[in-house]
């Protein structure tokens, strides 16, 4: 069974930093891209970043492009998001989601609270 | 940006009942592979999406065949024959042809 779990999500302050895991069993993990969706409370999904099967490319929306940086560790299964100069906006539940069937699993998602 | 627009932003309607959801695009979907990346995703209240169509009318694994997509180029269409319960939620189309990957502003499906 494919799972996603993600976690790392909490409060930050604004301007500071917050790394997210989502960790991925169920399938062969290192053989397919994954992105990252978030949703901010109330609002429709929004995609953050999506990296290749092997880590060489990486994609981000222009919101959060110099601030967010997507990786993953393929030896233990793992996708990381880390959210450098964190705004208000960045407030959302993040979401990880594979690329194999595309879209087809989906984490729990981690909630990030950006407030002072 | 691709804008995907979504109509109705609200539905109601009745068990049992057929109904439908726009997704319309600022351009043409048609990926220069051939291929059309319109996905259709349903949102339950407390939950993570689902996804039940891919490349805008293949359904996905697990998904009843009440749920049926179509459409091409600009204009793509969610249809569900005979409402059930479980479909309740906020229904999002998604673009994966164009970058950024975008997003329609979602229709809600609730019971009259």
């Known amino acids: 069974e494919v799972q996603l779990v993600e976690s790392g999500g909490g409060l930050v302050q604004p301007g500071r930093s917050m790394k997210l895991s989502c960790a991925a069993s169920?399938?062969?993990?290192?053989?397919?891209?994954m992105a990252w969706v978030r949703q901010a409370p109330t609002k429709g999904l929004e995609w953050v970043a999506t990296?290749?099967?092997?880590?060489?490319?990486?994609y981000y929306r222009d919101s959060v492009k110099g601030r967010f940086t997507i990786s993953r560790d393929n030896a233990k299964s793992t996708l990381y998001l880390q959210m450098n100069s964190l705004r208000s906006e960045d407030t959302a539940t993040y979401y990880c989601?594979?690329?194999?069937?595309?879209?087809?699993?989906w984490g729990q998602g981690t909630l990030v609270t950006v407030s002072s | 940006d691709v804008v995907l627009t979504q109509t109705p932003s609200i539905l109601s309607a009745t068990i049992g009942q057929s109904v439908s959801i726009s997704c319309r695009s600022s351009?043409?979907?048609?990926?220069?592979?051939?291929?059309?990346?319109l996905y259709w995703f349903l949102q339950r209240p407390g939950q993570s999406p689902q996804r039940l169509i891919y490349l805008v009318s293949n359904l996905g694994s697990g998904v009843p065949n009440r749920f049926s997509g179509s459409g091409s180029g600009t204009d793509f269409t969610l249809k569900i024959s005979g409402v059930e319960a479980e479909d309740l939620g906020v229904y999002y189309c998604?673009?994966?042809?164009?970058?950024?990957?975008?997003f329609g502003g979602g229709t809600k499906l609730e019971l009259k």
């Open positions: 990296i290749s099967y092997d880590g060489s490319s990486t």
């Open positions: 351009q043409s979907l048609l990926d220069s592979d051939g291929n059309t990346y």
């Open positions: 989601t594979s690329l194999g069937d595309p879209f087809a699993y």
């Open positions: 169920g399938f062969t993990f290192s053989n397919y891209g």
């Open positions: 998604m673009q994966a042809t164009h970058a950024p990957w975008t």
